[in-house]
């Protein structure tokens, strides 16, 4: 099955009412001296398919039936980190936009009940250029919405989606996603401070790798002090079928076996390291921890 922008939009309108009726709860932990938010940028309300079509059918049923969750529409909340420390107010992407989905695009929203307005956002950093992560870059007059802020991208994401040979490649049913991708790019091409994996892009802060979801995709390490913290982007996308098999190919990916194999690795990792975790689609504020149970991993949503 295909989904392009007009069959995400009709799927949206179909379900906008009871996405906006189940506002996320933010959260915010200490890590170290500094403090980690969850903004609310609204929701994602998808076809089932987009996610489930390429699993194994009788499989999955037990699991969405575990949690409740349909086969077929996803409502999915978007959860921005927002990470204060000392004179650096960071906000890991930036949001949908008003032109991708009427239930998200709420992150100047969220922002002002934070007691933010966009002017005192200092660094805007990417997990990666798919639309609910990079359409909120543009004001109104196509200007960047966060005028102060420094923007950074992973080098191996901004080559991919700023190759004029992607939206020929990358299927007709995301080839919108890397037209607006590119547009984006372009405004702030002269300013934009790329990186590499490993790389500590601010005092604290550390690039990971974590591709498939898109070819460049990047998680971010936080620490401060003794403690830590992982902002996940899209990495692991969702509480129930990502936890509890990893392992299984997910259409939302652009490249799902390698999508899979980072995920299971990044599993082991946080799980190793009991570390906190922020989800960009993960439920209750998306922030919370990985525990393993008899069926595999779970989320554990609160702040620590």
Known sequence: ????????????????????????????????????????????????????????QQQLAPVLSEFGISRERLTL???LALYQHEDKTVLFDAGSGPDFMPTAGNVLDSLDAAGLTPEEITHVVFTHAHPDHIWGLLDDFDDPLFS????????AEWDYWWNPETVHTIGEARAAFAVGARRRMEVIEESVELFNDGQEI????????????TPGHMSFEIRNGSESAMVLGDAIGNHHVAFRRPDWVSGSDQDGDMAAVTRTRLFDRLLSEQTQIVGFHL?????????????????VPGAA
Do not use: W
């Not at 601010?202 to 979801?213: D, E, F, I, K, R």
């Open 202 to 213: 601010l005092p604290g802060v550390l690039a990971v790798s974590t591709p498939g979801h």
């Open 77 to 79: 909340e978007c959860n």
């Open 283 to 299: 439920p209750q504020g998306g922030m919370g921890r990985v525990e393993r149970d008899a069926e595999g991993y779970i989320f």
């Open 1 to 56: 099955m295909k989904f392009g922008r007009r069959s995400f939009l009709l799927h949206s309108g179909a379900y906008s009412t009871a996405a906006i009726g189940l506002a996320p709860r933010p959260l915010t932990a200490k890590v170290g001296k500094a403090n980690l938010t969850t903004v609310s940028d609204g929701y994602l309300a998808l076809p089932g398919d987009f996610v489930f079509d390429p699993m194994p």
């Open 148 to 155: 102060n802020a420094t923007y950074l991208m992973g080098r």
